[in-house]
Nanobody
Framework: QVALVESGGGLVQAGGSLRLSCVASGSIVTIYSMGWFRQAPGKQRELVAVIRSGGSTNYADSVKGRFTISRDNAENTVYLQMNGLKPEDTADYYC??????????????WGKGTLVTVSS
């Protein structure tokens, strides 16, 4: 069994910062990539940022230059530092991991999400 637990969401004023964390636990053999997605009310879930085991990253155009994804491989943890937040960043943020878990199975796993609200 695998679990992804997010933390760090909350209410912040426009221009402010938040740092999201996601810890993966369970019978994990290796994690290929970890990322953050978000879903605003009435909209489809979209990729925010992803980081692969080798350290390469990709960002949505809307967050480039404002958000930074990082990873602690030893702790199976991924972070999303969000600066210069805008009201349009308001959404539920979900952690995602592409991983190999015992005995082994490759799977794509989701956290339950953490809400980020940016007030104008």
């Amino acid at each position: 069994q695998v679990a992804l637990v997010e933390s760090g969401g909350g209410l912040v004023q426009a221009g402010g910062s938040l740092r999201l964390s996601c810890v993966a636990s369970g019978s994990i053999v290796t994690i290929y990539s970890m990322g953050w997605f978000r879903q605003a009310p009435g909209k489809q879930r979209e990729l925010v940022a992803v980081i692969r085991s080798g350290g390469s990253t990709n960002y949505a155009d809307s967050v480039k230059g404002r958000f930074t994804i990082s990873r602690d491989n030893a702790e199976n943890t991924v972070y999303l530092q969000m600066n210069g937040l805008k009201p349009e960043d308001t959404a539920d943020y979900y952690c995602n991991a592409d991983l190999l878990a015992g005995p082994p199975y490759r799977m794509n796993w989701w956290g339950k999400g953490t809400l980020v609200t940016v007030s104008s």
